[in-house]
């Protein structure tokens, strides 16, 4: 990151402190509108955001995904991070246009995904939005500290073996629950960083332990049917599943134009994460693999320290997917952003019911499949592209310049729309169908 990148994360963390006993320094853009001078995410900060909340889960889910699809699922994998990061810069493509024919919307907007289904598809989808949002968020934010849980309980067994699993998710979610008062992702930059390099650190550990594990070649082959294929697929759709935050991030930006580098960089470095974990991991463990990778490795220091850095990662990845979800709901009920007292009250009963939720359902890879084929693949691979050729097509405003998408476009954004919809209709099949076929996990608090 340039010095540049880290002075303006300064700034903007200084003056955030500031705000109430020190005037800001401003300065008038083109159109008059008032800006913070040196506030917000650089390119680099956004691209770590992004990254650093998608990668743990995809990271540990996607060897088992494999088992299911068999080497066909590499491929599939890269094409859905393709898709996924087309889909992300039409995203921002979409804000682009917003704030040109509007210059009211330079300003930071809790609720900038639904303001995009607002004018490109109208009240309806307006409101839609963020109810996808939320759910699809706070499925993510369960799964993540039910993981995290999980890999804590490993790592302290030895040390205090009568806390339970039920327990230790109860301790992890009251620990991040301060964490959980930044107000926008401008104020927690740093949890872009703290996630990604921790999740670097853990898959080389896990990807060196893999090599440790490795034994004599056994070519693995063969699909296992249409349900168990696309419960895969709804996982691997889950693990390039960060659409629903690009908008906060990219609102939360000093150049939102430089949206689409962020999301290049970030797309690059979590397929150079994704692939040698999710291709060692089928590769090495075969059948047996554990639905949680980290759950297949050999007990080892290796083992140990990389859990250890997964789960700071699966904590700090946390605190950025469940910040959109608060402001969605700060937004629902018109909480001030100087109010604090509220603003927390809000929180603190978003946490109370991701406790619930996790205390009664104490797993996650129905989950993952789940929320993949519905929320996820609405509204990282459908609206998406749907929004930007709905945008595209309306007539131009007063003083606006008429644009034409060419035509090879046009037919990426059809395929891509086409395929969330059947792939994610399926995967919602499979996964209920798992749900329903399966013995359910007893609630914590039913023990």
């Given at each position: ?74 491929p599939i994998i890269i ?31 809790r609720n900038p995904y ?27 934010a369960v799964v993540y ?303």
């Open positions: 990151m340039s010095k540049k990148s880290n002075l303006e994360a300064a700034m903007s963390s200084g003056t955030s402190k500031a705000s109430e006993s020190t005037p800001l320094i401003t300065k008038p853009n083109v159109d008059g509108e008032e800006i913070q001078k040196g506030s917000g995410l650089s390119v680099n900060q956004a691209a770590l955001l992004v990254a650093g909340e998608m990668a743990g889960s995809g990271v540990l889910a996607l060897p088992r995904a494999l088992v299911k699809t068999g080497w066909i699922g590499v094409l859905m991070a393709a898709m996924a990061a087309f889909s992300g810069r039409r995203l921002g493509d979409c804000w682009s246009i917003i704030e040109g024919r509007d210059p009211e919307m330079r300003s930071r907007k639904a303001i995009i289904a607002d004018q490109a598809l109208g009240k309806t989808w307006s409101a839609a939005v963020p109810l996808a949002i939320i759910v699809s968020l706070f499925g993510a500290l039910l993981l995290a849980a999980q890999i804590i309980e490993a790592v302290v067994l030895p040390l205090v073996p009568t806390v339970t699993f039920c327990l230790w998710y109860l301790i992890v979610a009251g620990a991040m629950t301060p964490l959980m008062l930044f107000a926008t992702p401008k104020d927690f930059s740093f949890m872009g960083v703290i996630a990604f390099i921790s999740t670097i650190v853990a898959c080389v550990l896990y990807f060196i332990q893999m090599m440790n594990d490795i034994k004599p070649f056994v070519f693995r082959w063969g699909i296992h049917g249409f349900q168990d294929f696309f419960l895969a697929f709804g996982t691997i759709m889950f693990a390039f599943g960060g659409a629903s935050t690009f908008p906060t991030i990219q609102n939360d930006m000093v150049d939102k134009s430089k949206f689409g580098k962020s999301i290049h960089y970030s797309f690059l470095a979590i397929l150079a994460l994704y692939l040698p974990i999710a291709i060692g991991g089928y590769a090495v463990y075969g059948e047996s693999v554990a639905p949680n990778i980290s759950g297949s490795l050999t007990a080892t220091p290796l083992t140990l320290v990389g859990n250890i850095f997964m789960a700071v990662h699966l904590l700090a990845a946390f605190i950025i997917i469940i910040n959109p979800v608060c402001q969605e709901m700060e937004e629902l009920y018109n909480i001030p952003r100087d109010s604090l007292g509220y603003r927390t009250l809000v929180r603190v009963s978003i946490m109370a019911a991701i406790m619930f939720i996790g205390e009664s359902v104490p797993r996650f890879y129905t989950i993952l499949a789940l929320v993949g084929g519905t929320t996820v693949a609405l509204l990282t691979f459908i609206l998406p592209s749907y929004c930007y050729l709905n945008l595209t097509s309306q007539p131009p405003r007063q003083g606006e310049a008429a644009s034409e998408t060419p035509g090879w476009m046009k037919l990426i954004c059809w395929e891509i729309i086409v395929m969330g919809v059947v792939g994610g209709a399926a995967a919602t099949f499979s996964a209920v169908s798992a749900i329903f076929s399966t013995a359910q996990a007893t609630p914590c608090y039913m023990k």
